[in-house]
């Protein structure tokens, strides 16, 4: 009678949870009013305020240039470029150097001469020196697209928002069938999920293309140097004191990125950010949210890395109980309910997949479906070990930065796996600073060249 109770509860529990996941992570869709909120508005040419755009960039020397390039060429005319390099890397310095000499007014090159190396270090050793009025975080490989500053520039002045979350988008999903889920997430996640956070008032916010006001910023103490989530501890953080977050995707104007390169590098990606996550739980910073509603959301999304692996291994312990234990029918038919709602997900991610490939342009073959579906099971055993790894890192005390290489697999379409590159262009287009965000005009926002941080960790 105890394992027939205990059974239920569980089975009831982890129908609950997918079932909640599934609505929110259908969000946009839910009416065409809703989905028409999610977009930039257009820009109606007001007056312009001024960025900073940190590059924080270790050991990437293989796409650095052609991210600069890119954000040279941003229809913006008040913006500068910061790169962040460390100071034992001489081969993305040579390049960050580089780019600085091309565009001697428009980028800088800060270099961190911090023993121990992490992302939020890197981004706080530039943040003294930014002039700009909003702060921008992009990541080294990413895919910048021209009118993006335009857009999050009106975004702050019609909403009078203090951060602007654009969105991101991994591109390559015919690498391997985890890429194809990897981009599935992303896309799940900027296009919906993300929205329904900032409309609740809780929002863990991504790692790049998104933008703070530089006084807000500062005042928040920029970002903590210990935590493997910084992003996720930036948005908690100005949540709970009620600044105003604004989001907007728009298939045209996202930043487009790879996915990694290898399952090692996934697993260590997802290990990075899972424990990230514990570690924003264990800060509690979150607790400090003005309504409970809010808290119960923040609670949950905090562990959500962990309910979502282990609701991927009890699944199938489920249905075998159903099937080979003697346990009344009315408990089969509970354990079955968790099964439900993954195939009704399965069936959301099918059609995602599909709108996912003609916003971007690309073409989804069948095998791609079919990779999606198969691969289900074998990403949740992936997401689990990450889920279990994160934790044991944790409760040894280990929090160094794994860092993700990137080669630019998403800057050249696919031989026969993809279609174009969408509105946003190739890599083929990043020659040149071209157009008005070229080195000529900087606006209010003069620079040097090199500045060097004596800090040390």
Same mark, same amino acid.
């Given at each position: 009678?105890?394992?027939s109770?205990?059974?239920?509860?569980?089975?009831?529990?982890l129908?609950?949870?997918?079932?909640?996941?599934?609505?929110?992570?259908?969000?946009a869709?839910?009416?065409?009013?809703?989905?028409?909120?999610?977009?930039?508005?257009?820009?109606?040419?007001?007056r312009e305020?001024?960025?900073?755009l940190?590059?924080?960039?270790?050991?990437?020397?293989?796409?650095?240039?052609?991210?600069? $390039?890119?954000?040279?060429?941003?229809?913006?005319?008040?913006?500068?470029?910061?790169?962040? !390099?460390?100071?034992?890397?001489?081969?993305?310095? $040579?390049?960050?150097?580089?780019?600085?000499?091309? %565009?001697?007014?428009?980028?800088r !090159?800060?270099?961190?001469?911090?023993?121990?190396?992490?992302?939020?270090? %890197?981004l706080?050793?530039?943040?003294p020196?930014?002039? *700009?009025?909003?702060? &921008?975080?992009?990541?080294?490989?990413?895919?910048?697209?021209?009118?993006?500053?335009?857009?999050?520039?009106?975004?702050?002045?019609?909403?009078?928002?203090?951060?602007?979350?654009?969105?991101v988008?991994l591109?390559?999903?015919?690498s391997?069938?985890?890429?194809?889920?990897?981009?599935?997430?992303?896309f799940?996640?900027?296009?919906?999920?993300?929205?329904?956070?900032?409309?609740?008032g809780?929002?863990?916010?991504?790692?790049?293309?998104?933008?703070?006001?530089?006084?807000?910023?500062?005042?928040?103490? &920029?970002?903590?140097?210990?935590?493997?989530?910084e992003?996720c501890?930036? &948005?908690?953080?100005?949540?709970?004191?009620?600044?105003?977050?604004?989001?907007a995707?728009d298939?045209?104007?996202?930043?487009?990125?790879?996915t990694?390169?290898?399952?090692?590098?996934?697993?260590?990606?997802?290990?990075r950010?899972?424990?990230?996550?514990l570690?924003?739980?264990?800060?509690?910073?979150?607790?400090?949210?003005?309504?409970? *509603?809010q808290?119960?959301?923040a609670r949950?999304?905090?562990?959500?890395?962990?309910?979502?692996?282990?609701?991927?291994?009890?699944?199938?312990l489920?249905?075998?109980?159903?099937l080979?234990?003697?346990?009344?029918?009315?408990?089969a038919?509970?354990?079955?309910?968790?099964?439900?709602t993954?195939?009704?997900?399965?069936?959301?991610?099918?059609?995602?997949?599909?709108?996912?490939?003609?916003?971007?342009?690309?073409?989804?073959?069948?095998?791609?479906?079919?990779?999606?579906?198969?691969?289900?099971?074998?990403?949740?055993?992936?997401?689990?070990?990450?889920?279990i790894? %994160?934790?044991w890192r944790?409760?040894?005390g280990r929090?160094?930065?794994?860092?993700?290489?990137?080669? *630019?697999?998403?800057? %050249?379409p696919?031989?026969?796996?993809?279609e174009?590159?969408?509105?946003?262009?190739?890599?083929?287009?990043?020659?040149?600073?071209g157009?008005?965000?070229g080195?000529?005009?900087?606006?209010d926002i003069r620079g040097?060249?090199?500045?060097?941080?004596?800090?040390?960790?």
């Open positions: 009678m105890f394992t109770v205990f059974v239920a509860a569980i089975s009831l529990a129908f609950w949870m997918a079932a909640f996941t599934l609505w929110w992570q259908m969000h869709w839910r009416t065409p009013e809703t989905l028409a909120a999610t977009r930039f508005d257009p820009p109606d040419g007001g305020g001024s960025f900073s940190l590059l924080p960039a270790r050991h990437e020397q293989a796409v650095l240039e052609h991210t600069v $390039e890119r954000l040279l060429q941003s229809s913006h005319t008040k913006f500068e470029i910061i790169v962040i !390099v460390g100071h034992d890397d001489p081969e993305t310095a $040579e390049v960050a150097e580089r780019a600085a000499a091309r %565009a001697p007014d428009r980028v !090159v800060v270099i961190d001469t911090h023993e121990t190396k992490n992302k939020p270090k %890197a706080n050793t530039a943040l020196h930014c002039a *700009g009025d909003v702060v &921008g975080v992009f990541d080294a490989e990413d895919q910048v697209h021209p009118e993006l500053l335009t857009h999050v520039d009106h975004a702050f002045r019609s909403t009078g928002a203090d951060v602007v979350q654009g969105g988008q591109i390559n999903f015919h391997s069938w985890y890429s194809l889920r990897n981009c599935l997430e992303y799940f996640w900027f296009r919906s999920r993300l929205h329904l956070h900032a409309q609740k809780f929002i863990p916010l991504g790692g790049n293309t998104v933008f703070v006001r530089t006084e807000v910023l500062r005042a928040a103490g &920029g970002w903590d140097p210990d935590c493997l989530a992003d501890d930036l &948005g908690v953080r100005l949540s709970s004191v009620g600044k105003k977050v604004v989001v995707y298939s045209d104007m996202v930043t487009r990125e790879e990694p390169g290898s399952l090692m590098s996934l697993l260590k990606q997802r290990t950010w899972n424990q990230g996550f570690q924003v739980y264990r800060k509690k910073d979150w607790k400090q949210l003005p309504t409970s *509603g808290r119960m959301l949950y999304t905090l562990m959500t890395p962990f309910l979502q692996a282990f609701t991927g291994l009890i699944i199938p489920n249905a075998a109980v159903a080979f234990l003697d346990v009344p029918v009315a408990i038919f509970i354990t079955f309910l968790p099964l439900v993954a195939m009704v997900t399965f069936v959301f991610e099918v059609v995602g997949l599909h709108d996912f490939g003609k916003q971007y342009g690309l073409r989804v073959r069948l095998t791609h479906y079919l990779k999606l579906i198969v691969g289900g099971p074998f990403y949740q055993v992936l997401l689990a070990g990450a889920a790894r %994160a934790v944790e409760q040894r929090s160094d930065w794994e860092l993700t290489s990137h080669v *630019g697999a998403h800057l %050249a696919a031989a026969g796996g993809s174009g590159a969408g509105s946003s262009g190739g890599a083929g287009s990043s020659g040149g600073s157009g008005a965000g080195a000529g005009e900087t606006g040097i060249r090199d500045i060097r941080e004596d800090v040390h960790a």
